[in-house]
């Protein structure tokens, strides 16, 4: 720091006068500016340009930040002196947990080979006495591995799957594939595979007998009295984020049948367990190994803060903890890059492409005025909650029109190289604007309301190599599908959850994908997707630091406020 350069401000260690804890208080016009715009905790004091910040270790961060660059004249030095030596010397990390997995080997009943990594999933799933959450990373064979353990565990069958509607078909594929049958007497009949019931109404039958049930998560609360009389020994919960919400029917239905006297086994697959806050975990862990993490309150408490809308946050100095609890009791998480040497990378580049923002302007002030009249006229809070929220969903659509020329141009410059692409996109009108607008390359089509055979018709059509460009819905086409012949995938619009996309990014990166897979986030320049973009990247650094020891490498969101504020600051003192 230049201290020849004029002070900007004071910063002094105070008891703030209202809040009666101790805290730090900056003086200063331009030094409260720019810490108005770099920490959201602070408040105002009493006396013009002057600013209070919380005494917490970020807050620390922050202020040291603007005295690297900036000198502010520091008048309790003694208190900065400790308090920065503290903040900034290294925490102590938990050691991650080291699993001794051998290589199992799998029952008569199963059918096929696992990889070596498969079979000490195999042993995971046996040594935790099939109480667990399957977590790798997408594309490496839960499904198998998953399989495996029902035909190696004793008594396992009856066995209920649970999983979103898209994969149904993929599960009774599956089963048919690795699973050989086993008679009464106990005799494998290799020819044969277990009777699967699959149940596709939610309408009150009873069940026939079956070695295995598959039914969405959907029709689970409708059907769990005829579940509950079939004696389940095993459950398992694909796609087990659908139980991160505690409050839904979906979670209680598949609560009460884990509580069965008869079900000894509870598996849940997953490879996002996480979607948006850490604090999902808990429901999930709460039907696998019910008080492993205690009660929703006291997890809470020894984890989390609550942000500003009401949201479990979990801690940043807790999240390493609650990964090796994770890790030491219930949860198996690799990462393709530990097990899949021979994998190439995932390489990920976030484009901002011109948009037409005269059209978003005018369309979003249309919005708007709309919403304004709604929430005028709204007589309940719940009118107001849903006029808002019809706001938003305007918003994003207008939001993917104002750009979809220049994606249109983008994919095409992709599909001059001859390459097979896969475009996502969120709304159906998008999608059938850039079907249309792309018609030249026939592409094959994935969206919501498709029938199974339908959808694996264009699946097989894209990975054959009939057609090489497949457009698919976001929250469609990012489950149970394999479309490794794609090395490039393109999101033309974007979701709120980092978990969507990294699901839709492993259709492609997977078991079987012999090239380095780039995937494109289309940014629109001056619209709602900036925003968007921030709010991916810190929900991104909270899942990781939860799931793995290493994040995933995004911009330094602290580095970039600081020269922005930097930026205003300049203009400001011109």
């Known amino acids: 720091m230049d201290t020849t350069t004029e002070s900007i401000g004071t910063l002094e260690y105070v008891l703030d006068k209202y809040s009666k804890v101790w805290s730090w208080k900056v003086t200063g016009d331009r030094a409260v500016g720019m810490i108005s715009r770099l920490v959201t905790q602070a408040w105002y004091g009493e006396n013009v340009n002057e600013i209070i910040i919380p005494d917490s270790d970020e807050s620390v961060k922050q202020i040291k930040m603007i005295l690297d660059r900036y000198p502010l004249e520091i008048l309790s030095k003694s208190a900065w002196q400790r308090k920065i030596v503290k903040t900034l010397a290294p925490k102590p990390v938990p050691p991650p947990v080291k699993l001794k997995l051998n290589r199992a080997k799998t ?54 799957v649970i999983a979103p509607l898209v994969t149904l078909s993929n599960w009774e594929r599956e089963v048919s594939k690795f699973l050989k049958k086993k008679s009464r007497n106990g005799r494998i009949i290799d020819a044969d595979s277990p009777s699967v019931a699959v149940i596709r109404t939610g309408k009150p039958k009873e069940l026939p007998k079956a070695d295995i049930y598959i039914i969405n998560y959907e029709l689970l609360f409708k059907r769990y009295d005829d579940l509950s009389r079939v004696g389940i020994r095993t459950i398992v919960c694909d796609e087990v984020h659908n139980l991160r919400s505690k409050t839904t029917q979906k979670y209680k239905a598949v609560k009460k049948l ?10 849940g697959l997953s490879g996002t367990p996480i979607y948006n806050r ?30 500003e809308k009401g949201k479990a946050i979990v801690l940043e100095n807790r999240r390493a903890s609650l990964r090796n609890e994770l890790q030491k009791h219930v949860m198996l998480r690799r990462k393709k890059s530990d097990v899949l040497k021979e994998l190439k990378d995932k390489v990920r580049y976030k484009e901002v492409i011109a948009s037409d923002t005269k059209y978003y302007l005018e369309e979003l002030g249309k919005i708007w005025k709309k919403l304004e009249e709604e929430q005028k006229d709204a007589e309940t809070d719940f009118s107001k909650s849903a006029s808002y929220q019809r706001a938003i969903q305007s918003e994003r659509q207008v939001a993917g029109v104002a750009k979809l020329f220049h994606v249109i141009n983008f994919v095409k410059n992709i599909m001059e190289i001859e390459e097979s692409v896969v475009v996502f996109c969120h709304h159906k009108v998008i999608h059938k604007l850039l079907n249309e607008s792309l018609e030249e390359f026939s592409p094959v089509s994935i969206i919501g309301g498709q029938s ?14 009939e057609s090489k460009l497949m457009i698919a819905g976001l929250r469609a086409g990012n489950v149970g599908i394999n479309l490794t012949r794609a090395k490039y995938v393109i999101f033309a619009e974007l979701d709120w959850s980092p ?9 492609l990166h997977r078991i079987g994908q012999q090239n380095t897979v780039f995937a494109y986030y289309l940014i629109g320049n001056g619209t709602l997707d900036d925003h968007v973009a921030n709010v991916l990247v810190d929900k991104s650094y909270e899942i990781d630091e939860i799931m793995d020891e290493s994040t995933e490498d995004y911009e330094n969101k602290n580095k970039a406020e600081l020269i922005l504020a930097q930026i205003q600051d300049k203009i400001r003192s011109k």
């Open 499 to 507: 978990a969507i996309h990294r699901q839709a990014e492993d259709r």
């Open 278 to 307: 850490g604090s999902e975990i808990w429901p999930i862990v709460d039907i696998l190994k019910p008080g492993l993490l205690g009660s929703f309150k006291e997890f809470c408490e020894y984890f989390c803060y609550v942000d």
């Open 107 to 160: 029952g008569k009943q199963f059918r096929g080979k696992l990889l070596n990594f498969q079979k000490e999933g195999l042993d995971f799933l046996l040594k935790s006495s099939g109480n667990a959450l399957l977590a790798d990373e997408m594309g490496l064979g839960k499904t198998v591995q998953t399989l495996s353990y029902v035909a190696t565990e004793k008594q396992t069958f009856p066995v209920l």
């Open 452 to 465: 199974d055979s339908a959808r694996q018709d264009q699946i097989d059509k894209f990975q054959r190599g």
């Open 258 to 267: 884990a509580a069965l006297d008869s079900v000894k086994y509870r598996i």
